[in-house]
Structures are given as structure tokens and as C-alpha cells.
């Protein structure tokens, strides 16, 4: 019911900063939340951050805290993820993730009924 694009992966450099967006798709006039999550080699998927869409109210994982920002835009059905000071460990596959079913704003993958298909950020030291 919901189709879900990701883009703005790249190649930077420790410190540096890039933007996420994801584009929704679908039947989004019932969104509850939206997240990111990144998934490195090795290593279970993590929650990023996740936003409200209607309130806009955010969270955020400790690691990425003060660094990372999620917004959105309801009109156009847009989620971002803007990282800022980027650094080697945020290395990793970024998923954006929607649900419809829940109330409030779920911290967890398994709350999540829509994944996109991933894009990678690659930061060196």
C-alpha cells in the first residue's frame, strides 16, 4: 500500500554531512510515524530516528543525538534525514520505514509495516 524510495547515499569524508530523503508513495493520507534505520556489515538494523507525521514531534538513537535531524514534509510526502559531523561508524545501509497501523511513534523495526530499499553511506577517516 505504501511504496517507499530512498536517496542521497554517497562516498564523504569524517566531518562532513549529507542529506536522506525519502519518497512516499502510495496510500500515505494515513501515516502515523516514519524512521530511519541503518543496517552496517555484520550487524543488526538500528533504529536512527523517527518522526511523528503529525505532530512532527522527533526521536533519536544516543549515537546519532545532536548530529542527525528528521523532518518532513506532509505535503509532499517526504521524510529527511539531514547528518551532520559524520564519522567512520555511521557506515552503513540507511532504510526509511513507515507506519500506519500504530499509535504514537514506534522506536523499534518491528513496528514498521513499509521499508524502502535502502541507500548507502559510505564515510571515511
Known amino acids: 500500500q505504501v511504496q517507499l524510495v530512498e536517496s542521497g547515499g554517497g562516498l564523504v569524508q569524517a566531518g562532513d554531512s549529507l542529506r536522506l530523503s525519502c519518497i512516499a508513495a502510495?496510500?500515505?493520507?494515513?501515516?502515523?510515524?516514519m524512521g530511519w534505520f541503518r543496517q552496517a556489515p555484520g550487524k543488526e538494523r538500528e533504529f536512527v530516528g523517527a518522526i511523528s507525521w503529525r505532530s512532527a514531534g522527533t526521536y533519536y538513537a544516543e549515537s546519532v543525538k545532536g548530529r542527525f535531524t528528521i523532518s518532513r514534509d506532509n505535503a509532499k510526502s517526504i521524510l529527511y534525514l539531514q547528518m551532520n559531523s559524520l564519522r567512520p561508524e555511521d557506515t552503513a545501509v540507511y532504510y526509511c520505514a513507515a507506519d500506519r497501523r500504530g499509535v504514537g511513534v514506534p522506536l523499534t523495526s518491528a513496528r514498521y509495516e513499509y521499508w524502502g530499499q535502502g541507500t548507502q553511506v559510505t564515510v571515511s577517516s
Open positions: 502510495g496510500r500515505t493520507f494515513s501515516t502515523n510515524a
